[in-house]
């Protein structure tokens, strides 16, 4: 990973971000958090259940090199809303978000601050971190950079949010996603293997493939079941996910700006029970609801 010419994700844009630059990603080399939370609304085996007290140690990185126009948490991705912090601050938010029960640290949209949060884990490690690492992503990765974190991350929770260019390019104008998103998959189960749990019924080591479906894509989400089940089985999970909301630029793009029908939704669902696939999620209705966005305050940051 080459921060002084950056190619850590797919654009490469070869900003010399070490010397402040701001990358395709609008982001330098300083790491920047809007927010760090216990988090209780992620997959069961992720947060636990939503009355549990304990919950996943989530850091919300502000920025993002993906920039979906319907993107929920907008105000951090694409307006780049949070706080410069070191290093070493981070690795004592991940230490204080441990002390309080996490059952997890849970990195959201991490890619772009892959090396420093390298060195973050390495040093609280060496502190007395011990809970597992969950690289939360939006699929768009490289593989060489995934690479660099074997050994460092513990469950890798990934999109796949496209399978046909063309909406790639029209909703977040990236070419080739789901080359990269796949590929990367292959690599993130090639370090990890098969899902395992602790005493507590949480996951402890594995792979999870979220699917965030949008209207009318129905076919291409199925083309994304497809593929993952055909290469991988039952041995990671998947993720189907109903909570899309119409948010930021999506009034500009009359296909998706409306919420998901339901019917597709239970479609998809039934397409993944023909399919064979055992080990997936599905949401409830009402999932598709703003109040589960956080309130990005610098809250666990400052």
Do not use: W
């Not at 796949?182 to 899902?195: R, T, Y």
């Not at 597709?264 to 999932?287: F, M, P, R, T, V």
Request: aromatic share 12%; with cysteine; proline share 4%.
């Amino acid at each position: 990973m080459d921060l002084k010419c950056c190619n850590i994700c797919p654009r490469e844009c070869g900003k010399n971000r070490e010397d402040g630059e701001l990358g395709y990603c609008k982001s330098s080399s300083n790491i920047k958090v809007a927010k760090a939370m216990i988090h209780h609304f992620e997959e069961p085996f992720i947060s636990g259940e939503p009355e549990d007290s304990r919950g996943s140690g989530t850091v919300f990185f502000s920025n993002c090199p993906l920039k979906c126009v319907y993107c929920q948490n907008y105000n951090i991705s694409h307006e780049g809303f949070g706080k410069e912090i070191s290093e070493a601050r981070l690795a004592e938010i991940f230490l204080t978000l441990q002390y309080k029960g996490a059952y997890n640290i849970n990195l959201v949209t991490p890619t772009h601050y892959a090396k420093e949060i390298i060195e973050s884990i390495k040093l609280a490690r060496s502190k007395g971190l011990s809970i597992p690492i969950v690289y939360n992503t939006s699929g768009y990765e490289k593989p060489s950079t995934i690479k660099e974190l074997n050994g460092y991350i513990d469950i890798y929770l990934t999109d796949i949010k496209y399978f046909n260019d063309k909406y790639s390019i029209l909703y977040s104008n990236a070419k080739d996603y789901f080359k990269y998103a796949s590929d990367s998959l292959k690599e993130m189960f090639s370090q990890i293997g098969k899902f395992s749990f602790d005493e507590n019924e949480m996951m402890k080591k594995g792979v999870v493939v979220r699917h965030l479906m949008l209207p009318g894509l129905l076919f291409d989400s199925k083309k994304i079941l497809d593929y993952v089940y055909s290469n991988f089985k039952d041995d990671v999970y998947i993720s189907l996910m109903n909570q899309y909301v119409p948010m930021y630029k999506a009034c500009n793009y009359p296909n998706i700006n409306k919420t998901l029908n339901e019917d597709h939704y239970n479609s998809l669902i039934d397409y993944a029970l023909n399919l064979g696939i055992k080990n997936a999620l599905i949401q409830e209705k009402g999932s598709s609801d703003k109040c589960f966005i956080p309130d990005f305050d610098l809250s666990g940051v400052i």
